[in-house]
């Protein structure tokens, strides 16, 4: 017997994500950091607006792990009948510490997603960026947040 966590692992990419969001409801899709332009490493949903309803998240500057226990966060709400305001907001991290979450429209990015372009297909599909604060509790866009995040974190939705 396999412990192999996919039916065929020569499945292509496109398959494994629907595979995995048919049998799990969502995808975490970790994207690796890009020198030329330099863009942070990133994760970023497939399956949250097939399964809830509700707009797929991006989190930028974190490593994979980080990233997707962040989104699990926000499984576990939206699963339990909750739902994501957009805009900023406090009790989902430790400490009551600030986050956001901010609607990226359709033209704010150009081919960012391409698992979620396959998944997706012809069908619109909507995002959402996870703001997370620095150390001491800033976020990107006010002035005292830590100027080494800036580039790890971009703020691609509208504040």
Known sequence: MSDDVFPDRD???HEKIAWVVE???????????VQD?????YTYTVG???????????VFGLAPVAAR???????EQLSAGGSLLEGTFIGLLDDEQ????????????????PAADAFYGDEDYRMSQFIWPDKKGHLPWE???????RLAQPVLGSV
């Open 11 to 13: 499945m292509p990419d």
């Open 37 to 41: 332009p330099p863009t942070p490493a």
């Open 23 to 33: 049998t799990q409801r969502w995808c975490a899709v970790p994207v690796v950091p």
């Open 69 to 75: 226990g962040l989104l699990l966060l926000l499984v």
């Open 48 to 58: 949250f607006e097939t399964s809830w309803q509700h707009p797929e998240v991006v």
């Open 98 to 113: 600030r986050c956001a979450i901010l609607p990226i429209g359709p033209g704010e990015v150009d081919e960012m997603f």
């Open 143 to 149: 002035p005292d947040f830590e100027e080494r995040l």
